[in-house]
Protein backbone atom coordinates (compact mmCIF):
# COMPACT_ATOMS: atom_id res chain seq x y z
CA UNK A 1 0.00 0.00 0.00
CA UNK A 2 1.77 3.40 -1.01
CA UNK A 3 2.29 6.14 2.05
CA UNK A 4 0.40 9.35 1.89
CA UNK A 5 1.99 12.19 2.87
CA UNK A 6 0.68 15.09 4.40
CA UNK A 7 0.75 18.34 2.89
CA UNK A 8 2.84 19.67 5.28
CA UNK A 9 5.16 16.92 5.62
CA UNK A 10 7.90 18.72 4.22
CA UNK A 11 7.94 21.19 7.14
CA UNK A 12 9.88 19.47 9.36
CA UNK A 13 13.34 20.62 11.35
CA UNK A 14 15.51 17.80 10.20
CA UNK A 15 17.17 19.63 7.17
CA UNK A 16 19.79 21.98 8.28
CA UNK A 17 18.90 24.44 5.27
CA UNK A 18 15.88 25.07 6.15
CA UNK A 19 16.68 26.27 9.81
CA UNK A 20 15.11 29.65 9.57
CA UNK A 21 12.53 31.90 11.28
CA UNK A 22 10.06 31.21 8.18
CA UNK A 23 10.25 27.17 8.97
CA UNK A 24 9.18 28.59 12.33
CA UNK A 25 6.63 29.67 10.69
CA UNK A 26 5.79 26.91 8.70
CA UNK A 27 5.95 24.29 11.43
CA UNK A 28 3.30 26.69 13.72
CA UNK A 29 1.41 27.24 10.88
CA UNK A 30 0.99 23.21 10.37
CA UNK A 31 0.97 22.77 14.38
CA UNK A 32 -2.11 25.23 15.11
CA UNK A 33 -4.14 24.23 11.43
CA UNK A 34 -3.79 20.60 13.30
CA UNK A 35 -5.09 21.69 16.04
CA UNK A 36 -8.09 24.07 14.99
CA UNK A 37 -8.93 21.28 12.68
CA UNK A 38 -9.33 18.70 15.18
CA UNK A 39 -11.59 21.11 17.34
CA UNK A 40 -14.17 22.15 15.21
CA UNK A 41 -14.55 18.33 14.32
CA UNK A 42 -15.28 17.73 17.53
CA UNK A 43 -17.15 20.64 17.88
CA UNK A 44 -19.25 20.11 14.60
CA UNK A 45 -19.77 16.30 15.75
CA UNK A 46 -21.02 17.82 18.84
CA UNK A 47 -23.38 20.35 17.53
CA UNK A 48 -24.71 17.36 14.99
CA UNK A 49 -25.76 15.47 18.39
CA UNK A 50 -27.44 18.11 19.68
CA UNK A 51 -29.21 19.24 16.85
CA UNK A 52 -30.91 15.81 16.71
CA UNK A 53 -31.92 15.41 19.94
CA UNK A 54 -35.32 14.44 20.44
CA UNK A 55 -35.18 15.59 24.07
CA UNK A 56 -35.17 19.73 24.96
CA UNK A 57 -33.79 18.31 28.63
CA UNK A 58 -30.77 17.12 26.40
CA UNK A 59 -30.04 19.22 23.93
CA UNK A 60 -30.28 22.01 26.74
CA UNK A 61 -27.81 20.00 29.11
CA UNK A 62 -25.31 19.94 26.45
CA UNK A 63 -25.91 23.41 25.37
CA UNK A 64 -24.14 25.49 27.63
CA UNK A 65 -21.15 23.28 26.93
CA UNK A 66 -21.13 23.09 23.33
CA UNK A 67 -21.70 26.96 23.40
CA UNK A 68 -18.52 27.18 25.57
CA UNK A 69 -16.53 24.90 23.30
CA UNK A 70 -17.70 27.35 20.18
CA UNK A 71 -16.46 30.44 22.40
CA UNK A 72 -12.86 28.92 22.69
CA UNK A 73 -12.37 27.82 19.56
CA UNK A 74 -13.47 31.14 18.17
CA UNK A 75 -11.18 32.81 20.46
CA UNK A 76 -8.34 30.31 19.60
CA UNK A 77 -9.64 31.11 15.45
CA UNK A 78 -9.43 34.78 16.11
CA UNK A 79 -5.94 34.52 17.35
CA UNK A 80 -4.48 32.24 14.77
CA UNK A 81 -5.99 34.42 12.25
CA UNK A 82 -4.53 37.37 13.89
CA UNK A 83 -1.09 35.77 13.59
CA UNK A 84 -1.71 34.79 10.11
CA UNK A 85 -2.29 38.79 9.30
CA UNK A 86 0.55 40.05 10.70
CA UNK A 87 3.24 37.55 9.86
CA UNK A 88 1.93 34.72 7.56
CA UNK A 89 0.53 36.61 4.95
CA UNK A 90 2.77 39.25 4.13
CA UNK A 91 5.69 37.10 4.26
CA UNK A 92 4.43 35.38 1.03
CA UNK A 93 2.81 38.34 -0.49
CA UNK A 94 6.31 40.09 -0.32
CA UNK A 95 8.23 37.21 -1.61
CA UNK A 96 6.12 35.94 -4.36
CA UNK A 97 5.91 40.05 -5.40
CA UNK A 98 9.89 40.07 -5.71
CA UNK A 99 9.54 36.78 -8.09
CA UNK A 100 7.67 38.34 -10.31
CA UNK A 101 4.80 35.77 -10.24
CA UNK A 102 1.07 36.88 -10.10
CA UNK A 103 -0.02 37.96 -6.64
CA UNK A 104 -1.85 36.03 -4.26
CA UNK A 105 -4.11 38.31 -3.41
CA UNK A 106 -7.25 37.37 -4.57
CA UNK A 107 -6.34 33.84 -3.17
CA UNK A 108 -6.04 35.58 -0.15
CA UNK A 109 -9.39 37.44 -0.22
CA UNK A 110 -11.18 34.57 -1.29
CA UNK A 111 -10.01 33.03 2.51
CA UNK A 112 -10.59 35.88 4.05
CA UNK A 113 -14.43 35.77 2.95
CA UNK A 114 -14.91 32.27 3.46
CA UNK A 115 -13.16 33.22 7.87
CA UNK A 116 -15.95 35.94 7.60
CA UNK A 117 -18.85 33.49 6.61
CA UNK A 118 -17.49 30.91 9.21
CA UNK A 119 -16.95 33.87 12.11
CA UNK A 120 -21.15 34.82 10.66
CA UNK A 121 -22.29 31.18 11.50
CA UNK A 122 -20.46 30.62 14.98
CA UNK A 123 -21.79 34.26 16.53
CA UNK A 124 -25.20 33.61 15.06
CA UNK A 125 -25.21 30.22 17.00
CA UNK A 126 -23.39 31.82 20.20
CA UNK A 127 -26.51 34.24 19.97
CA UNK A 128 -29.19 32.17 19.61
CA UNK A 129 -28.24 29.68 22.06
CA UNK A 130 -27.41 32.34 24.75
CA UNK A 131 -30.95 33.89 24.36
CA UNK A 132 -32.17 30.15 24.48
CA UNK A 133 -30.31 29.72 27.74
CA UNK A 134 -31.42 32.70 29.06
CA UNK A 135 -35.52 31.07 27.91
CA UNK A 136 -35.12 27.74 29.97
CA UNK A 137 -38.29 28.85 32.35
CA UNK A 138 -40.42 29.58 29.18
CA UNK A 139 -43.12 26.74 29.12
CA UNK A 140 -42.66 26.15 25.02
CA UNK A 141 -40.56 23.27 24.65
CA UNK A 142 -41.33 22.55 21.41
CA UNK A 143 -40.29 26.00 19.77
CA UNK A 144 -37.83 26.00 22.15
CA UNK A 145 -36.26 22.37 20.63
CA UNK A 146 -36.58 23.50 17.29
CA UNK A 147 -34.59 26.62 18.09
CA UNK A 148 -32.05 24.40 19.51
CA UNK A 149 -31.65 22.25 16.64
CA UNK A 150 -31.68 25.57 14.28
CA UNK A 151 -28.83 27.74 16.10
CA UNK A 152 -26.92 23.89 16.47
CA UNK A 153 -27.26 23.73 12.73
CA UNK A 154 -25.91 27.04 12.24
CA UNK A 155 -22.60 25.87 14.69
CA UNK A 156 -22.38 22.93 12.47
CA UNK A 157 -22.21 25.35 9.03
CA UNK A 158 -19.84 27.16 10.82
CA UNK A 159 -17.68 24.33 11.09
CA UNK A 160 -17.91 22.64 7.55
CA UNK A 161 -17.14 25.80 6.02
CA UNK A 162 -13.80 26.56 8.30
CA UNK A 163 -13.36 23.00 7.36
CA UNK A 164 -13.06 23.80 4.22
CA UNK A 165 -11.76 26.82 4.90
CA UNK A 166 -7.76 25.59 6.48
CA UNK A 167 -8.17 22.81 3.53
CA UNK A 168 -8.08 25.49 0.84
CA UNK A 169 -5.83 27.47 3.06
CA UNK A 170 -3.53 24.51 3.08
CA UNK A 171 -3.61 23.80 -0.44
CA UNK A 172 -2.51 27.59 -1.23
CA UNK A 173 -0.30 27.79 1.38
CA UNK A 174 1.74 24.68 2.12
CA UNK A 175 2.92 24.35 -1.85
CA UNK A 176 4.18 27.96 -1.59
CA UNK A 177 5.76 27.14 1.31
CA UNK A 178 7.54 24.27 -0.06
CA UNK A 179 9.05 26.03 -2.78
CA UNK A 180 10.19 28.92 -0.46
CA UNK A 181 12.05 26.27 1.57
CA UNK A 182 13.11 24.84 -1.40
CA UNK A 183 14.68 28.47 -2.41
CA UNK A 184 16.35 28.55 0.56
CA UNK A 185 17.57 24.77 0.41
CA UNK A 186 19.19 25.85 -3.03
CA UNK A 187 20.46 29.03 -1.54
CA UNK A 188 21.92 27.69 1.12
CA UNK A 189 23.17 24.13 -0.50
Known amino acids: MPMTTSKAAAFEPGDSARASGFMEIAMRLKREHEQLKLQCDALCELSSRTASSTSLAGAIAILAELRAQAASLLALLERHS???????????????????????????????????????????????????????????????????????????????????HFEMEEELIYPMAEDILTDMDYLFS
Open 82 to 164: AWEDEEVFPFFSRYYKLKMEPTIMPSLWVLEKDHELAVQFFESFLQASDALLGLMGVDAPWTALTEVKQSCDDLTQGCLILTS
